[in-house]
C-alpha cells in the first residue's frame, strides 16, 4: 500500500497542477481559444481494475503515452475515451466537418496535447524535484480500457505489478468540458523514489 | 561492428565505421539523402547541422545558418511553439511532437510546387529529440517532414464530406417533402409494375386497398391496365365499372369491408425505371359529383315533364279558347253588318269595339299557339342559307303591301346557318315587322347584316325607328310585355317572346342595343355547332 501523507498529497498534486497550468497556457495560444485544465483529483492504486477507468472494460480509449527514465522509471499516458478524444481535437482545431473515426492528422494532433501535457506535468516535478528524467517520445494507441497496460514496451512497469498514479484532467473549452485521465504507471520501487523525493524537498523547503 | 572488427585482420575492409573519416562521410551522406528536413542544435541553441533538404526547402545554404539560434534563421518563429519545445529539449531533455493541425506551417518553408497554388507553406510534421552526448551535454535535433500531401487530402475529405452531407440533407428534404405531398393528396395513388404487382403509395390508396378495403380493387385495377397479358384475369363484376370502357373516362365502384360503396374516377399513367414498366393509378372519389350528377339528372326531368305540361296547357287552353270566340266573334261580326245605321250612333260605337276585342284576342290566341307549338312542333334542324331565307321575307311584305319599295336593306352576304326554316323565318320575319312597325312609315328603314365568330354567327337586324330605353331591354323578350299602349302601335305582346323562344331552341341568344329615338338593332346569335340538348332536341 502506497502511504502518502495529506502534505506528501498535496505536494505532488501541486506540482502536478503546475505542470498542466502551463500545458494550458501553450495550448491556448496555439489553439487561439481559452483552454483551462484542472486536475480536480489525484489517486493511487494497486491494481488497474481498481481504477475507476476500469469500470468500462470495453470501452475504446485514446492514449497517448510517454516512458520516463530517471530516479524513478515508468510510464505516463494521457487517455480519453475515444469519443470524448474526438471532441477534444476538434473543438481544439475547430473542425466544421467531423469525420467519424479520427484521422491521420486529428490523431497526431491529438499525439502533440499529449506530449504538451505529459511533458509539463514530467518537467514540473523534475524541475521542483532537481531531479532530471528522460522522455521518449509520445506513442498513440487505441484499443479497449481491459488490454490498456498490456504489452507495454516500458519493461519497469510491464514486468512486475505497476502501482498507478491517476489523475482525472478536466479540460474546459469554450463548447464544453471534457474529462480524461493522465496516469502513471510505476513499479513499487520508483514510487517510493517519487514519495522519497517529496519528503526531501518538503524537508528542504520547510527547513 | 563486430563482424568488421574481426575481418580487420585478414584484409583491410574498404570502408570501416569505426574510422572517424568513413563514420563522417557516411553520415554527412546519409542526412543529407534523407527525405526528411535535419536540423541539430547545440546546447547553446545554436545550429549545428542543416541538411541538403533543409537547404533546399528554405533557400538557406548551410553557411548562411551555421551558429545562429533558429530564431535568428526564422524571425517569426521566435516566440512560437518551435522555439519553446527547442528550450524544453534543451533544458529539461523533453521530446516534443509538432503537428500540423496544431500548427500550420511551423516553420516557414516552401511547398513543393504542384501544392504551391493552394498552400503559402508546407505543412510540416516536427518531431524534437534531446540527443545526450558525453563531450557536449544534451543537443536537440529538429526532424521535419513534409506532410502538406496529407493536409490536402485531409481538406478534400472534409470537403467531399460536407458536401456529401449536405446532399444528403438536402435529399433528405426533398423526399420529406415528395412524402408528405403523397401523403395529403387527396386522391389515392397507387404504383403497379408490369409483374403484376399493385402498391399503395400513401394513406388514401391504403385504406381502399388496405384490409378494410375493397378486396376485389387490385383486379379491378389490373384488368383496366392496358398490358396485363402476364396474369390472367377474371373481369370483375358489371356493377363495379361504372363507364364504358371506350370513353376514356373511366369510373369503378370501390365496395369496402367497412361497407362504403364509393365510386372512384381511375386515371393511369406510366413511367419506365429500373428497364421496367410501371403504371400509376390516380384512384378520386367522385361520391360528390355522382350525388350532383343525380340531382342535375332529377331537376332535368322534372323540368322537361313540367315544361311540357305547360306547353299542352297552353295549347288546349288556347285551342278550347278558340270555339267559344269564333261563336262570340262571328255574331258580333253579324251584328255590326246586318244592325250597322239602325241603331243609334252610341250602339253602333259598342258594336265596333265589340268586333275590335275579338278580332285581338283571336290574334293573342293565334299567338300564343304559335308559340306553344315552337316547343312541340319543331321540325328537324337543316342548313338554312339565309339569303334565300330573307328573300321570302321580303317577298311576303311586298306581297302584303306593307311596306314601301327598298325599306328592307341587306348588306352583304348572310351565311347558312343550322336550324328548323319555318321558326327561322318566323323569328327573322318578326324582328323584320318589328323593325319597320316601330318606325316612321314612310322614311323606316330595316338594315340586315351579318358577322361571324369562331363558334358563331351573328345576325343583326337595325331599324332607324324609335328605339327602345335600356331598361326594358331585357323585360321586351317576355311574353305579353308591351311598352306602348293598343292604339300606339298593333301588336300582342307576344312576338319577342316567340323569338326568343326560337332562338332558345337552336341554342342561340338574342338581345338588343337601342337609345330612345335612335333606333334598335336586335342581335341574333346562333352557334356553327349545336349543342347536345340542341341537337337532341332537333332529332
Known sequence: ?207 | MTKSQSAKGDQPPSFDLNRDSDAADLFAALLDTADTGLIALAPDGTICHWNQWMQSRSGKDADQVMGKALHDVFPDTKLGRVSLAIEDCLKFGMPAVISPSLNQGALPLRPLPQFAASFDRMEQSIRVHPIQTKRNGTLCSLIIRDVTLAVQRDRLLRQQAAELADLVTQTKRSEDRTRAILQNTIDAILVASDDGSIEPLNSRAQELCGPTGDPELRNIIRFLLPDSEHTPLTPPPPNRLLTDLGTGVIEVLASTLSGRNVPLEVAISHFSADQRYHYIITLRDISQRKRHEKEIQRTMQELERSNAELEQFAYAASHDLQEPLRMVSSYTQLLARRYEGQLDETADEFIHYAVDGTQRMQRMIDDLLTLSRVGRHGKPFNPVPLDNLFDAIVTNFRRAGSTPEGNIIREGHLPTVMGDASQLLLLFQNLVSNGLKYSDPKNGQVRIFASETSDSYRIFVADNGIGIDPQYHETIFEIFKRLHGYGDYAGTGIGLAICKKIVDRHGGNIDVTSKPGQGSTFCVELPKELSIVAASESM
Open chain 1, 1 to 207: 500500500m502506497i502511504e502518502l501523507t495529506e502534505l506528501e498529497h498535496d505536494t505532488i498534486s501541486e506540482l502536478i497542477n503546475i505542470g498542466v497550468g502551463r500545458a494550458a497556457s501553450s495550448l491556448s495560444e496555439m489553439v487561439d481559444q481559452p483552454v483551462e485544465l484542472t486536475v480536480p483529483a489525484i489517486s493511487f492504486v494497486e491494481r488497474f481494475s481498481d481504477s475507476e477507468l476500469a469500470n468500462a472494460p470495453t470501452e475504446v480509449v485514446s492514449a497517448v503515452s510517454q516512458s520516463f527514465h530517471g530516479p524513478f522509471t515508468g510510464e505516463a499516458m494521457l487517455v480519453f475515451p475515444e469519443v470524448r478524444s474526438l471532441e477534444l481535437v476538434r473543438s481544439l482545431l475547430k473542425v466544421d466537418v467531423p469525420l467519424d473515426t479520427l484521422t491521420d492528422l486529428e490523431q497526431e494532433a491529438l499525439m502533440e496535447v499529449g506530449n504538451i501535457i505529459l511533458n509539463a506535468c514530467l518537467g514540473s516535478i523534475s524541475n521542483v524535484l532537481g531531479e532530471p528524467i528522460n522522455c521518449s517520445m509520445p506513442t498513440f494507441r487505441k484499443r479497449e480500457t481491459r488490454a490498456l497496460l498490456d504489452d507495454d514496451t516500458a519493461g519497469a512497469s510491464a514486468a512486475t505489478n505497476p502501482v498507478l498514479m491517476i489523475l482525472h484532467v478536466q479540460f474546459m473549452l469554450r463548447q464544453n468540458d471534457i474529462d480524461g485521465y493522465v496516469l502513471f504507471v510505476m513499479d513499487l520501487e520508483s514510487i517510493q523514489m517519487l514519495r522519497e523525493l517529496v519528503r526531501r524537498f518538503l524537508a528542504n523547503s520547510l527547513r
